[in-house]
């Protein structure tokens, strides 16, 4: 069961207490801890991110694996031992695709909750789209009108439509999205052609191509991007990897990656670098590795399928994400943030079976 602890109330005079974000991924558990400052809002005090493989077997059987679910829990009750370290003003932790998806998502989700000692809110595609738009705003181009922003995650693709500001009081708006249920994960499980052959990577295109032309055609960004207005962001691990070998990187750098706005061109040599390296390759690679090898070309081939619906020039690469936005919203305080005990002394209870 979830361990009741009393509420939180802040102490404006504590300037050291820290906002903390979780997102609670298909393939990913990440935590960040802030303050507020900085270029982009917010100082980090402390990160945690795993490959935890949620979604393991979750396109075959329709539920979270035993196995999958024990990772996952290991990698909260880090999280746990984390949020106990310093006072903390403000939580959120949120789950995406994997426990929207599963059919024992919400068994889950309580033992989930007790190894991290705090709720965790399944959210909608949507506000997954709105979350990454808020994170990737400060490298929003005001030359341009709209933003174009995809999202390659572990068990889905989010594509957000995007009202660019036009000076420095407004704020970015999301004008349409769409979710589109392939993941690096999903593909890379898929039976039959993997995305390592040319012939399953082209099948791959033709099919998340067209569900982006159904999109298109709502929202005729295709002309847009002929007229010149438009910025194509990505966030994603397929995305800052592309930028690590693009800018042939002795290891991988956020600082070298984030904000790095990349000749279309160049991002497409970068893919037929990682195509050629196979997967044996990639997980030697210094800016891959092993435990993300098997993700790289499944990304690539929806990547791939992006920029053929939608061809710009330049690609604008974002290491940055869900956690980011929660970060922002929390610290401006734009919708309730679960609180709890700063401490987080209580040792989590036992799992259950």
């Not at 705090?118 to 030359?143: F, H, N, Q, T, Y």
């Not at 610290?331 to 209580?346: C, I, K, L, Y």
């Amino acid at each position: 069961m979830l361990n009741v602890l009393p509420p939180f109330r802040p102490d404006a005079a504590t300037p050291a207490q820290a906002h903390a974000a979780l997102d609670l991924g298909t393939n990913n558990c990440r935590l960040l801890l802030a303050t507020p400052g900085g270029p982009d809002g917010f100082r980090v005090l402390d990160s945690f991110s795993r490959i935890v493989r949620l979604g393991e077997g979750l396109g075959a059987s329709g539920a979270l694996s035993p196995a999958a679910m024990d990772r996952a829990l290991g990698a909260l009750s880090v999280c746990r031992g984390k949020l106990a370290r310093r006072p903390i003003r403000a939580a959120r932790a949120v789950a995406t695709e994997a426990c929207r998806r599963a059919s024992n998502g919400a068994l889950f989700l309580r033992r989930a909750e007790d190894a991290l000692g705090m709720p965790i809110e399944v959210i909608s595609a949507r506000e997954e789209a709105a979350l990454a738009m808020e994170s990737c705003s400060p490298l929003l181009d005001p030359r341009f009108r709209r933003a174009l922003l995809f999202d390659i995650g572990g068990g889905s693709t989010e594509i957000a439509w995007i009202r660019a500001p036009q000076s420095p009081c407004e704020a970015p708006s999301l004008i349409g999205y769409v979710s589109l249920p392939v993941g690096v994960v999903t593909l890379a499980e898929r039976p039959g052609r993997p995305c390592t052959t040319p012939e399953g990577f082209a099948a791959v295109v033709e099919e998340v191509a067209s569900r982006l032309d159904a999109f298109d055609a709502v929202h005729c960004i295709r002309q847009e991007i002929r007229a010149g207005g438009v910025q194509l962001l990505g966030t994603s691990g397929t995305v800052t990897t592309l930028a690590g070998i693009a800018l042939d990187l002795p290891r991988y750098s956020r600082p070298a990656v984030d904000g790095q706005v990349l000749d279309t061109a160049v991002a497409d040599a970068a893919l037929a670098a990682l195509f050629a390296l196979g997967t044996p390759g990639m997980a030697a690679h210094p800016c891959i590795g092993p435990e993300r090898a098997d993700f790289v070309l499944p990304g690539c081939a929806v990547y791939a399928a992006i920029r053929r619906t939608w061809p710009t020039r330049q690609l604008t690469v974002c290491d940055r994400g869900l956690r980011e936005g929660m970060l922002l919203r929390l610290m401006r305080g734009e919708f309730p943030a679960v609180r709890r005990h700063p401490s987080w002394h209580q040792p989590a209870a036992a799992a259950s079976p």
